[in-house]
T-cell receptor, first 114, second 115 residues
């Protein structure tokens, strides 16, 4: 069974629509992250959460919002999707007890905004 | 601030040849270094990591990397490429300081293995 799951795996939507991407984990980690991957740009951090009440913006948070519903669940929302938000989105987790911050990734959600 | 530079966005090798993927980092405090691999249509999988101790790190699938502090490098190697190694590889750095939540990625190197 996958430790970090993401739903949906693929989504096509239209400009202006509200979209929610969901992430669940069974690793028991407190820290969760949302990244986007664009060809040639690597992974860039959108938001991160240290626990349910601690949510922080990453380097590219404009146009996105998040919700940490429980330790195991972290959702990413696009309030009004635009074409340049077309990308591969990854959720990740880490254990704050591990100083090296090794992160564990979900399988990704491929989002296309038309 | 920390950063990662991967030299070569695309590397092509023949099956059986040496694989060398280059990674240089900058960090103001001792770094933790990672290589992740992304196979087509899949998520990122940890290949290997350097935290402390031995500077030559062995990972899965025959890959290894050497941490060279004087060169600020963490190059990934494999003696003999296999077709199944075709994937995108990402180098990443975290640090031992106050911002150790942050994992900074390089832009990735796409490895192609030719028969």
């Amino acid at each position: 069974d996958a430790d970090v799951t993401q739903t949906p795996r693929n989504r096509i939507t239209k400009t202006g629509k509200r979209i929610m991407l969901e992430c669940s984990q069974t690793k028991g980690h407190d820290r969760m992250y949302w990244y986007r991957q664009d060809p040639g740009l690597g992974l860039r951090l959108i938001y991160y959460s240290f626990d349910v009440k601690d949510i922080n913006k990453g380097e590219i948070s404009d146009g996105y919002s998040v919700s940490r519903q429980a330790q195991a669940k972290f959702s990413l929302s696009l309030e009004s999707a635009i074409p340049n938000q077309t990308a591969l989105y990854f959720c990740a987790t880490s254990d704050p007890g591990q100083a090296n911050n090794e992160q564990f990734f979900g399988p990704g959600t491929r989002l296309t905004v038309l | 601030a920390q950063s990662v530079t991967q030299l070569g966005s695309h590397v092509s090798v023949s099956e059986g040849a040496l694989v060398l993927l280059r990674c240089n980092y900058s960090s103001s405090v001792p770094p933790y270094l990672f290589w992740y691999v992304q196979y087509p249509n899949q998520g990122l999988q940890l290949l290997l990591k350097y935290t402390t101790g031995a500077t030559l790190v062995k990972g899965i699938n025959g890959f290894e990397a050497e941490f060279k502090k004087s060169e600020t490098s963490f190059h990934l190697t494999k003696p003999s490429a296999h077709m199944s190694d075709a994937a995108e590889y990402f180098c990443a750095v975290s640090n031992s300081g106050g911002s150790n939540y942050k994992l900074t990625f390089g832009k990735g190197t796409l490895l192609t293995v030719n028969p």
